[in-house]
């Protein structure tokens, strides 16, 4: 692990750890330069190449407003993989219940744009979607931990 990979994932947990977040703001600044750049400026995680970041465009389940989310993300054959984790904070991200309830969307990856459908993965094809994500970023199982008996869902992003 590289000295910035080593940087990034200390204070991730730190932050995590107290249940910090950096606010909309500074997702909208990631989501502006990603969308701008086509995912040369925001579309990995610093010090984690391997941890790559897509937008994720989700529907609020009450209130109907558009939203973007930059997630990190696992290939899946023609799909993509996202997790729930919310850095292991207590409730599941958002995203996760918009998708939920409208799993008709988009999302970004680099300069493309794909239509998809989300899903959960679940029994075997979660455990194993799982460990790939974990061999990814290490740092899923210290979110893992830190959820505290939540199970972190895992999202299949599949073509539509």
Same mark, same amino acid.
Request: hydrophobic content about 45%; aromatic content about 10%; overall charge positive.
């Given at each position: 692990m590289s000295l910035l990979g080593k940087l990034t994932s200390s204070s991730s947990q730190f932050i995590n750890e107290r249940g910090l977040y950096a606010g909309r703001r500074s997702t909208?600044? /990631?989501? %502006? =330069? $990603?969308r701008k750049t086509g995912g040369r400026v925001g579309g990995t995680l610093p010090g984690w190449p391997h941890a790559r970041i897509a937008l994720v465009d989700h529907t609020g389940a009450k209130t109907g407003t558009k939203r973007t989310s930059p997630v990190m993300y696992h290939e899946y054959g023609d799909a993509i993989v996202v997790a729930g984790s919310k850095g292991g904070q207590p409730t599941h991200p958002a995203w996760f219940h918009n998708l939920m309830a409208n799993p008709d969307t988009t !999302? &970004?990856?680099? *300069?493309?744009? @794909?239509?998809? /459908? %989300? @899903? =959960?993965?679940?029994? &075997?094809? +979660?455990? +194993? =979607?799982?460990?790939? =994500?974990?061999a990814m970023y290490p740092? $899923?199982?210290? $979110? @893992? +931990?830190? %959820?505290k008996g939540r199970k !972190? *869902?895992?999202v299949i992003l599949e073509p539509n």
């Open positions: 909208k600044i /990631h989501v %502006a =330069l $990603y !999302i &970004q990856v680099g *300069p493309e744009v @794909r239509k998809v /459908h %989300a @899903r =959960l993965a679940v029994d &075997q094809e +979660r455990d +194993r =979607l799982w460990k790939e =994500l974990v740092g $899923y199982d210290f $979110y @893992r +931990r830190n %959820a !972190i *869902p895992i």
